[in-house]
């Protein structure tokens, strides 16, 4: 019953629906089919953009409520970038360019130069911060911005100014985009720069409205009831998907591929659910990141790989994020769980990258590791699971329970249990030191090339064993090398 009424909605909305092509979009790749598109969407209706190549030089903004139908290409034109020719200081809202011919009101822009700040994360070699809004009139070769700029910008700096718009921009409830189709980001011909500051009041750092697929962005209220279904996104010069402020919303079986950052992104977001994603070859940094704010998320079935930093990661001080039955493989950093309060289940790391587990009132239940494990959080349990290296490659360690910082985010490593743990394929099986307190390995099994457990002398009062199966087993003939 309950697919039959699916499928009634589904043709109820498919019935209602417009096509971008009724509003003279053509989809050859080569026209501007932004107005066309955004005329189709200013209507309200659902809309479909068919098979095809539409190329867009403006970010497109859904309404409230409306499904948006990909089943071509919406591909982000290649960036107008023009030098700045004449020096300008924060607090103005103009610069001069050579040719401000191929700008337009309401477009979305950049300013970088050399002078401002080098990104980090997985490369070293692009520049981040300068300013990033909206054209709000043009007078001859000067670009006036709607709000004024935060950073001077010099001529010897080689300051320039760069389209550099996402695909959609949703500031309003309710908008679901799916299908079949794709978001074309088209890094290779962007304006390479990591947009900074929002030229808003109160700035925001890198998560901006330009140079995602999706962004989905509130100033004010959280925006609930969004739902990104089915579609690939794919080399993107900020992040793929961003979810900033959203609440109660989902991204389900997206497929996210080499944005330069980060392919999926949230923060300040709640009650969400990643289910089914795969998100894979960001150039600079991860495949699913939860950057702050964020609470009782639910990340289900992702597959993350081969990402420049991290396959997924929960930072500090959010609470109850829910993970279960992950892939991460092949990322410097596989996964890392600094929240409190949250839980990872069935969870599979592989390949080059190990695993951290931080925060405070976290819980593991059978994670598969086929690297090695840091554990540092208080009131931690650990439990079962298997970590392994290969018989090729062994660990050097397989498991390590050490705070190797002073960085106030990271717990206390106090009150950490681990039970019913595998240990194999490590030259040593677990690592305690530095500053601990009341740590208890329970029933584990624990087999060592050469030592099951190194302990410091100065951590041996708060260790606690009970139950352990320990061994020491010959390396198989033929191993190369550690991890």
Known sequence: MKSWFYAVFLFASSAHAVSVAEFG????????????????????KNVVIPEGVFRITNALQPKAGQVIEIEGTVKVSDSNIQAVVADVTAGQNAVTVADASGYYTGQWVTLGADSLRIQGGGKKDRREGGDCGRIASIEGNTVRFELPLKHDYKVADKARLGT??????????????????????NKKKQFDFAPGDMTTPKSRGEETRAGCGISVDSLTDPLTSLSIEGITIRDCILHNLSFYRVHHSRIDRVTCIGAHDKNILLRLSEYCQLTANQCRDSDYEDGIILYSGNHHCVLQGNICTNNARLGIGVNAFQEGIVL????????????????DFC??????????????????????????????????????????????GTAEEPLQIGMEVWRNTTDYRTALIDGVRIRGVTIKNAKTAVSVKGTIKDVRFIENRIEALKQPFVIEDACKDQVTMERNETSVVKAKQGSVGTR
């Open 25 to 44: 979009a053509k989809g050859d790749g080569r026209a501007d089919d932004t107005r066309a598109i955004q005329k189709a969407l200013d209507t309200g």
């Open 164 to 185: 550099q718009c996402s695909a959609f921009l949703i500031t309003v409830p309710g908008v679901r985009i799916h299908g079949t189709g794709v978001i074309d980001g």
């Open 324 to 339: 279960s039955g992950n892939i991460c493989r092949d990322n410097p950093a596989n996964l890392s769980l600094r929240g």
């Open 343 to 388: 839980s990872s289940t069935g969870d599979f790391c592989g390949g080059k990258g190990g695993v951290r587990i931080e925060g405070r009132g976290n819980q593991v239940t059978n994670l598969v590791a086929v690297n090695s494990v840091t554990l540092c959080g208080t009131d931690m349990n650990y439990i079962g699971g298997i970590i392994s």
